[in-house]
């Protein structure tokens, strides 16, 4: 995909846009390309936290699946892969281009297409004569997402949280509402242990099925990779679906022990990479922190400013014995200097290269240094500290 294709998909408004309308600009969109997405069968997870794990986990299990996740840390190739190989350069800038002019001739579009809009129908494109089934990451919200458009064989909820409050609502059951609007009629619909809410049982009815984690243990040899006690829930979920879908039980051993997620509890030489970036996946990284690292670690934190960052600070600053703020490269981005002022004795660095090498300088060498508060951030970091030798 050349510069110029991503500076085009950059200039378009995102998904905050499209989910104050409705689905029929994304409708419009598919029918100028044939509706793809009819082409393949699919899961279709929603959730505040986890979703992109449990994702992860079914593509692992299910290895000639398609599998569309959001947002990308690095390259926008991320986003649409057929088990790990991402899509390539070349297939990426032409089906860029077809739904590019798709977009230019479809009747009844409400407006030009978001990003989002865009990125997805790039996706359900080169999904069409590729695969036969596709695991499929919401976006935002679910009822109104981008990828809502499917017929989905099997849906998923993964967690609440309170996330996106200008979209999505003020409480638990605006936001619950919110995700069960990916709920067609007719599949079953797997939830986690804190997403099993009475909006959510109501609009599922019969075909809701509550997962436990204590249902792991009709599977005596799983050795998950992904670290905290968080993933076990995730572990659940995924395995569920997994059933419903008739995987084999040899699968989908096999893909909870090989399935790697990067940027989720990622460590990388003395660096812990972890995308928490609101409220309830800050008390998980917390969980994690006290059970693994007691002693505390070293923390570089960046936010975007619509999150709950002061909350999300409090939550994590016991486990710091030292708090640097910084900013990703994104418009979004807090002002460390804005951030330092609520922790005394923090650092702020003007950027996230200066960050790393302001923790390299003066940790202790046995020191972990953690990375988190935004996958915009865990982006950004991760290719710098993979220049580090461990």
Known sequence: ????????????????RSIRYDLRNMRALSAALGNPQDAFRCV????????????????????????????HLVRLNERIRVDDREISDEDLHEVFETVKHAASTAKDLLYPPTYFEI??????????????????????????DATNIVEQDVSVITSIGIDHQQFLGDTIDEVAAEKAGIIKGREPVIVGPNADLPVIRQRAGSRLIAVKPADLHKYPHLRPQLLGRHQIDNIAVAIRAAECLGVPEGDIVRGVNRATWPGRLERIGRFLLDGAHNVSAAR????FLKEFYPQGVWMIFGVMA?????????ILNPHAQQLIFTRPQNSRAKDPAHLQRLVPGSYAASTVTEAIHYARLRAPSDATVLICGSLYLIGEARDLVKRFKP
Not at 47 to 57: D, Y
Not at 284 to 287: D, N, R, Y
Not at 306 to 314: G, P
């Open 1 to 16: 995909m050349t510069s110029n294709d991503l500076s085009y998909l950059y200039s378009l408004t995102n998904e905050y």
């Open 44 to 71: 279709l997870i929603a959730g505040t936290n986890g979703k992109g794990s449990v994702a992860k986990l079914l593509s692992s299990m299910m290895p000639e699946a398609g599998m569309y996740t959001s947002p």
């Open 119 to 144: 990125v997805t129908a790039m996706a359900f494109l080169y999904f069409r004569d590729r695969v036969k089934f596709a695991v499929l990451e919401v976006g935002l919200g679910g009822r109104l």
């Open 284 to 287: 998980a990284l917390a969980a």
């Open 306 to 314: 619509d999150k709950q960052f002061e909350e999300m600070i409090a």
